[in-house]
């Protein structure tokens, strides 16, 4: 379903559920060690790393609520819609960027030079 296809009733109805960013898309190797949500994930996975502004840890980041959340990610120039299990922090993204796995990455961006501007992504993260 594309948002953009939708009535304003039905947007306005959905708004409070679904949070729609754009930024940046880079990848990084999650299986290097344990990531902020205390999971250890592998670079073939489908996962991201949201920025530390979206994904802010307090004393124990494995309770995060957003760890383990997925969020849908669609690359504008491809047309194509993927989803990525969030299991890490970016440190160095700006607010709206991702970081993913090099698998995911490849799906999302497969002519892509390591970085990808206006990648559109969100999904009914808890806590906004």
Same mark, same amino acid.
């Given at each position: 379903?594309?948002?953009?296809?939708?009535?304003?009733?039905?947007?306005?109805?959905?708004?409070?559920?679904?949070?729609?960013?754009?930024?940046?898309?880079?990848?990084?190797?999650?299986?290097?060690?344990?990531?902020?949500? +205390?999971?250890?994930?592998? #670079?073939?996975?489908?996962?991201? *790393? !949201?920025?530390?502004?979206?994904?802010? $840890? =307090?004393?124990?980041?494995?309770?995060?609520?957003?760890?383990?959340?997925?969020?849908?990610?669609?690359?504008?120039?491809?047309?194509?819609?993927?989803?990525?299990?969030?299991?890490?922090?970016?440190? +160095?993204?700006?607010?709206? #960027?991702?970081?993913?796995?090099? *698998? !995911?990455?490849?799906?999302?961006?497969? $002519? =892509?030079?390591?970085?990808?501007?206006?990648?559109?992504?969100?999904?009914?993260?808890?806590?906004?």
């Amino acid at each position: 379903m594309r948002i953009s296809t939708l009535s304003p009733l039905a947007l306005f109805l959905l708004t409070p559920l679904i949070h729609a960013y754009t930024g940046d898309m880079t990848y990084y190797s999650p299986s290097v060690g344990t990531g902020s949500c +205390g999971w250890v994930a592998g #670079d073939n996975e489908d996962v991201v *790393a !949201l920025s530390n502004e979206i994904l802010q $840890n =307090g004393a124990n980041p494995n309770a995060n609520p957003k760890c383990g959340s997925m969020i849908g990610i669609w690359n504008p120039q491809t047309k194509q819609h993927f989803t990525a299990k969030i299991v890490d922090r970016c440190a +160095g993204c700006k607010k709206y #960027d991702i970081d993913v796995s090099p *698998a !995911l990455f490849k799906k999302v961006a497969p $002519n =892509g030079d390591g970085r990808v501007k206006g990648i559109n992504w969100g999904g009914q993260m808890v806590g906004g």
